[in-house]
Every structure is written in C-alpha cells, then in structure tokens.
C-alpha cells in the first residue's frame, strides 16, 4: 500500500507540490525535518524536505523541482497515483527559541522549507524576517502562505523582474545594517547559503545552514552525505540537516556534491527518454 496524492498543483516551471495522506509522519513532524521517498519499487531514494503538514487532515505536503530523472518521474504522477514508499520524519529539527529578531533566507526551491521555520520562530515570539530568492519571477511561489509566516517579507531575483535586483544577501546587509539580528538560518544552494555565511561572520550572528548533500539511506550508515563542519565529520541526516554556518566547509562539500554529475546526466538522459516514451503510448 503506497501513499496516494491527493493535491498536486505546479507551482511554477518544474517546480510542483504535492500533498499524500501520511498520518505517522504528520504525527510526528517539525520545522527543518524531512522525509525519504521511492516513486516506485525500482526508484532511487531520494530527500525531499518537509514543506508543510496538517496533523488533523494527516496530510503531508512536499514540494520539488523536477531536475533529474526521479523528481520528473514523481512529477510525471497524478492525483490518484500512488508513490511506493515514505520514510520519515528524518533528522534533527530546527532548534526554535525565542532569540529576538531570526531572518530567514532562501533560495530557489529553499523557499519552501522555509516556511515552517519562519512559521515555527513566529509562533515562538521572534521578529522574523523572511527574505526569499530567486533567478525570476517566474520561480517564485508560496508569496501568501510566506507574508503570513513572517513578521516582513522581502523578494529578490536576479534578474530584477520582481522585487528587489540583486541577491539575498544584498537585503541581509541592509537589515545587519540598521538593526540587531540574533539569528539567521539559510536553506537553499550551497554558494548561497556560504556567501549567508560569510556576511553574519564578521558581525557574530549565530547562523545556520539546512544542507543538502548526496543522501542514501538516511540512516547514517551510508556516509554519503558526510559534511565536515568544525574539523569533525557529521552525517547531515542524523546529525543535521543544520548545522552552525561559519564551522561547515563548504569548499569541500560542493565538490562532493559534484561526484556524480556525470552519471547523473547520462542517467537522465536514458531513463526520462524512455519515460516520455512510455508517456506517449
């Protein structure tokens, strides 16, 4: 018995939410977890951060971009399917406490994580300011859901074509610039939750980044999503996802996470081939 979808919705260019009815999950749940999944037997397992949940309807909602071949096989499934196996809530949640004023920064498909965090220090009596990042207008999404789960709300793209020009950092200095910040917590790519980093060093604001690495089992037994942070080595699954910022080494994980880009692609390239195939019968 798998996991039917019960909500999908494609919020903006290959970026989708979906909502299955998990009750042990929902159950358990909090801001900065996630959860393991295979699209079907023969699937890879693949991470995927808990977006949101409602622990009265039991639902899970998870939210995912569809860059290799699993993420475009679960995208390719349909309200009624069924997704063969979840496994969660994994890892350490987000440690929340009332600091005084948190800022929130995500970038990209980070956003949506984000919500629960920036909901969760809310709730807990902060100042929150959410400030999200993206290339262009047309990847940003969640807009409402995040101005009810701040304090303030800020919105970057690259390009300029909504919001404010620029980065997230760019915002972040502005705020370091003009009030006292606490807290920070970062989650999205790895150059940017290291120039998040390198920006709160300088002014000791405790910081932490949600990381991403190459996850397996989600276990700890693998090592696959080993992150040296400190001098010591963590397993961002049973150790994290956060971990402090300005300890991580972020030079040494980007490269990890390279490893197996080739066979990536040449596995995208096979295998969505002959899922569009199949689509098309």
Not at 6 to 26: D, G, H, S, W
Not at 114 to 126: M, Q, R, V
Request: contains cysteine.
């Amino acid at each position: 018995m798998g996991y039917e979808i019960i909500y999908k919705k494609e919020l903006c260019t290959n970026q989708y939410e979906i909502r299955v009815k998990a009750p042990f999950i929902t159950k358990n749940a909090k801001a900065g977890q996630f959860i393991i999944l295979r699209t079907d037997k023969n699937s890879e397992r693949i991470p995927l951060t808990i977006a949101d949940y409602d622990r009265e309807k039991e639902e899970l909602t998870m939210v995912y971009m569809a860059v290799g071949y699993t993420t475009k096989k679960l995208a390719s499934l349909e309200v009624g399917d069924e997704i063969e196996d979840i496994v969660g809530p994994l890892g350490v949640p987000t440690h929340i406490e009332k600091y005084g004023t948190v800022v929130c920064l995500a970038g990209g498909y980070g956003a949506a994580p984000c919500y629960l965090i920036a909901k969760a220090f809310k709730d807990a009596g902060n100042k929150v300011y959410m400030i999200m990042g993206a290339r262009n207008k047309d990847l940003i999404f969640w807009e409402d859901k995040m101005k009810e789960a701040c304090t303030e709300l800020y919105i970057t793209t690259d390009d300029g074509t909504y919001g404010r020009k620029g980065f997230v950092t760019n915002v972040l200095e502005e705020i370091i610039g003009r009030e006292k910040i606490d807290y920070a917590i970062a989650v999205g790519p790895m150059p940017m939750m290291r120039a998040c980093a390198e920006m709160t060093r300088p002014h000791k604001i405790k910081t932490e980044a949600s990381m991403n690495p190459i996850m397996v089992d989600g276990t700890g037994m693998c090592g696959a999503c080993r992150v040296t942070v400190g001098g010591k080595v963590k397993f961002a699954c049973v150790d994290g996802p956060d971990f402090d910022a300005h300890q991580i080494d972020f030079d040494e994980v980007i490269n990890r996470c390279k490893i197996y880009k080739d066979q990536e692609r040449h596995c995208d390239e096979t295998k969505c081939n002959l899922l569009k195939q199949a689509q098309t019968l």
